[in-house]
């Protein structure tokens, strides 16, 4: 079945120059390709250390560590060899450009090696997606999570769930099919709607999580806002640059928003800075202005920085639109005159939680900021780290299977076994969607776009 697939080769470690580069092959060909660069294949999964060289002329290209993974025993299930040379760019071009040249050998796609695992049944896609943010993961909550689920965290779950759903079914099915013969207990329908209607509660209990599992993923969303010129940019320049900030410019990163990803006790906490918050006649800016304040509304907490040197009192956040969003006010710039935190009756008709006294240009206060944030961060997060579901896709799967069994059980109980073994099917569909039993195709592509080449 795979000796038809071609043989992919990929730099699997990072980018070159570095002490070593890690070369893998993949396929039917891997055992050729050893033989032709290194004259054998070694015993199975023992280092050996080789030459190297170009099967064209015969020039060496390194000396390297040689391993050979036979099928179905390897990462992918197919025949694997890893090459460990020099990391060095020339050392890499020769051995990639010599593979290239063996027949039925070419260079690997974005996750393709691990998209043959899971072809192979080495991985199911919940593993996969593990897998993906295990390499993403930027804190240690992350990568727990991460690696959780790499180790089938949901994935087996959701496939004990669909057992049970199947045998649900299987009753319901031995029902319709065997309805007029006299020795078919007369109520299979009975038990099957009871395993339904706890797999049901279950699954739902799982789901109301407050979505934190996909926050961890993504981090915890901090919006700093407030008008024009009151230090917001000063304020996330300073914390970009603590020890904590892990600076990744994200794809997603516009023009209106910056973001810094800090690792605050471990959790992932994304800043951004959105673009002044003011009345503006300027219909680009007012384009900035109401984007900044989507993403502001959107966010777990927001810090409303202001002047606090400024004469005229700057218009509150606007409450109304950010809903349930906590937020803390910032008293920016008290370097300039000190500053006097608001009296009590002053502060108790504002919408804020939290004030404090910054000045983001000394960076007097700012420990108290991180302080807070780590705070606040290890409250959100406290007890996710067992979330089950981390991703829309797993969010979705579930709520399609919460919503099948529920029609199953609304159906009435005699004449509609037809129309519950439907439901049931539909509930086992949905799950075995979720770990990529049944008809993926569609999202494979999906998810395997955000894997490096060489993974
Ligand atoms: P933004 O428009 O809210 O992003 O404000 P900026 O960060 O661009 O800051 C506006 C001006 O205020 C700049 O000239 C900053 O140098 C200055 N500024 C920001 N924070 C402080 C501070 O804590 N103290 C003082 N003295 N100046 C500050």
């Known amino acids: 079945m795979t000796s038809d697939r071609p043989t992919i080769f990929a730099l699997s470690s990072g ?14 060909q891997g055992g ?14 023992r280092a050996v250390l080789v030459r190297v060289r170009d099967p064209a002329d015969g020039d060496i290209i390194d000396e390297a560590l040689a391993l050979w993974f036979p099928a179905p025993n390897s990462e992918t299930g197919e025949d694997m060899a890893e090459l460990q040379v020099h990391g060095g760019q020339a050392v890499i071009a020769a051995l990639l450009g010599a593979l290239g040249r063996i027949e039925g050998c070419r260079m690997a796609e974005p996750g393709e090696f691990t998209r043959r695992a899971f072809l192979n049944g080495r991985l199911d896609l919940t593993e996969v997606e593990g897998l993906a943010d295990l390499v993403a993961a930027e ?18 779950q959701a496939e004990t769930w669909r057992r049970q759903v199947i045998e649900a079914l299987a009753l319901v099915e031995a029902r319709i ?17 009871n395993a339904a209607q706890q797999l049901c509660e279950t699954i739902a209990a799982a789901l109301a999580d407050g979505g934190r599992g996909e ?42 928003v910056i973001e810094v990803h800090l690792d605050l006790a471990g959790y992932p906490v994304t800043l951004l800075d959105t673009a002044g918050i003011r009345a503006s006649e300027d219909p680009v800016e007012r384009e900035g202005i109401r984007r900044a304040a989507a993403r502001a509304a959107a966010a777990d907490l ?21 809903g ?27 919408p804020y939680t939290r004030q404090l006294a910054i000045s983001a240009a000394t960076g007097a206060g700012i420990d108290g900021v991180v302080g807070a944030l780590a705070e606040f961060a290890r409250a959100y997060f406290a007890a996710t780290e067992s979330a089950l579901v981390t991703r829309a896709r797993h969010r979705q799967a579930l709520e399609q299977t919460v919503s099948a069994l529920d029609h199953a059980l609304g159906q009435s109980r005699s004449g509609a076994e037809e129309l519950i073994a439907e439901d049931l099917r539909s509930a086992a569909t949905t799950l075995g969607r979720l770990t990529g ?19």
């Open 15 to 28: 980018r070159p120059p570095a002490a070593v580069a890690v070369v893998r092959i993949c396929g039917p």
């Open 32 to 45: 050729r390709a050893l033989e032709l660069l290194i004259g054998r294949v070694p015993p199975p999964r």
């Open 139 to 156: 804190t240690p909550a992350q990568r727990r999570q991460a690696f959780r689920q790499l180790k089938g965290l949901i994935g087996d």
């Open 177 to 193: 099919d065997f309805s007029d013969e006299a020795d078919v207990p007369e109520d299979l329908i009975d038990p099957a709607l």
């Open 215 to 256: 926050r961890l993923r993504d981090g915890l969303v901090v919006a700093i806002a407030g008008p024009p010129n009151a230090g917001k940019s000063t304020l996330l320049n300073r914390l970009a640059r603590r020890e904590a900030a892990i600076v990744s410019p994200y794809p997603g990163t516009t023009r209106d």
């Open 302 to 322: 927001v810090l409303w920085v202001i002047d606090s040197q400024a004469t005229e009192r700057a218009a509150d956040f606007d409450v109304e639109n950010i």
């Open 324 to 350: 349930k969003t906590e937020c803390w006010l910032l008293r920016n710039k008290v370097d300039l005159a000190g500053d006097k935190l608001w009296t009590n009756s002053e502060w108790q008709s504002t």
């Open 437 to 455: 039993r049944v008809d993926v195709e569609d999202i494979l592509d999906v998810i395997f776009r955000d894997f490096c080449i060489g993974k």
